[in-house]
């Protein structure tokens, strides 16, 4: 076993780690142990907490569903996994728990991470627009929010007309 890495250390190695575009679309989560070394197993704090209150949202204004993190879903371009969905009792009937949904959530969120690109959400709005969503939420880590339908944006969910996401904490 190696020595324990400082705080500043392993701080140092976990920006690397999150701006390392090798490591962007790798499927796991990563997590960098007490030497420094990396662990497949990045998201920010702000990114949970985000995921978190957008589940507790959908679970308190959409009683007839079920809503969910990591949500896998068969889409166009692949297997993609949504930040936190949100899925009615009667779209989930008849569909797998331990594998991706073959069709969409009718609600499908993505939160904007520092590593995803404008044209990957672009894509994977589109990819669970066609692979059944109702609604599209794209979530900026600022909490600033787009919405989109299969005819195009929206300015307000027709689903949960007043979503408040938690305001961004520093220092």
Known sequence: MGNAAS???LLARWAEVVNDPSLHDLPYKIEVNETGKIEMSPATNRHGILQLAIGEALSHALPDGTALVECSVMTSTG???ADVAWISHTRAAGQ?????????PE???EIVSPSNSKSEIDQKTQAYLEA????????????????FAPSGPLVASNLVPNVVLPARRTG
């Open 7 to 9: 705080r500043e250390v």
């Open 96 to 104: 797998p728990d331990d594998g991706p949904y073959l069709i969409a």
């Open 79 to 81: 297997i993609r996994v």
């Open 107 to 109: 609600i499908c969120v």
């Open 132 to 147: 059944g969503a109702t609604e599209v939420w794209v979530v900026e880590l600022s909490g600033g929010m787009g919405i």
